[in-house]
T-cell receptor, first 114, second 109 residues
Framework: NAGVTQTPKFRILKIGQSMTLQCTQD?????MYWYRQDPGMGLKLIYY???????DKGEVPNGYNVSRSTTEDFPLRLELAAPSQTSVYFC?????????????FGEGSRLTVL | GQNIDQPTEMTATEGAIVQINCTYQ??????LFWYQQHAGEAPTFLSY??LDGLEEKGRFSSFLSRSKGYSYLLLKELQMKDSASYLC??????????WGAGTKLIIKP
């Protein structure tokens, strides 16, 4: 039972570099999410998807892009990394045909932009 | 704006009971959720309230009052492994989760 798998777990980027955070789930969940977590703040939604081929912006989408070509995969792309993107990123999924608040999270990816 | 408030940090003694409060102001309400997050790990789902009242799950209980915009998480018979952050989240009218900053619970022997 892999659940939600994120890679990489840690990454250091230079300002202006680009990278992709990978996320895969094997639970056949329709809903997938990308959050960032900063110290002293609640989780902030970056992008979400309600199914393959459908994505939408969350609260803090600037500087990021996503795609959802399959049910399983939901990669997050960072273009032109900035120090403000230093954070811990969590991918999550949830079951069902409608959004629920019971999310299954990946282990997180700690990104530092220098 | 939408807001979730919970204490930043609490300390309790092993074997005791602790109550973590959460107040919220959101655009609509479609449920309140509690998550546990150990340091350096992912959040894990604990409980869900959509109607007023108490939901009990073993040592953990969660209470909701929608009219007061208030919830609490009650942890009984505290164990050292309960040392973690506890996140309160509310699902708003757009079915988006709004998250509090979390309460760091420190358990002392």
């Amino acid at each position: 039972n892999a659940g939600v798998t994120q890679t990489p777990k840690f990454r250091i980027l230079k300002i202006g570099q680009s990278m992709t955070l990978q996320c895969t789930q094997d639970m056949n969940h329709n809903y997938m999410y990308w959050y960032r977590q900063d110290p002293g703040m609640g989780l902030k939604l970056i992008y979400y998807s309600v199914g393959a081929g459908i994505t939408d912006k969350g609260e803090v989408p600037n500087g990021y892009n996503v795609s959802r070509s399959t049910t399983e995969d939901f990669p997050l792309r960072l273009e032109l990394a900035a120090p403000s993107q230093t954070s811990v990123y969590f991918c999550a999924s949830s079951p069902g045909e409608h959004p629920t608040g019971e999310l299954f999270f990946g282990e997180g990816s700690r990104l530092t932009v220098l | 704006g939408q807001n979730i408030d919970q204490p930043t940090e609490m300390t309790a003694t092993e074997g005791a009971i602790v109550q973590i409060n959460c107040t919220y102001q959101t655009s609509g309400f479609n449920g309140l959720f509690w998550y546990q997050q150990h340091a350096g790990e992912a959040p894990t789902f604990l409980s869900y309230n959509v109607l007023d009242g108490l939901e009990e799950k073993g040592r953990f209980s969660s209470f909701l009052s929608r009219s007061k915009g208030y919830s609490y998480l009650l942890l009984k018979e505290l164990q050292m492994k309960d040392s973690a952050s506890y996140l309160c989240a509310v699902m708003d009218s757009n079915y988006q989760l709004i998250w509090g900053a979390g309460t760091k619970l420190i358990i002392k022997p």
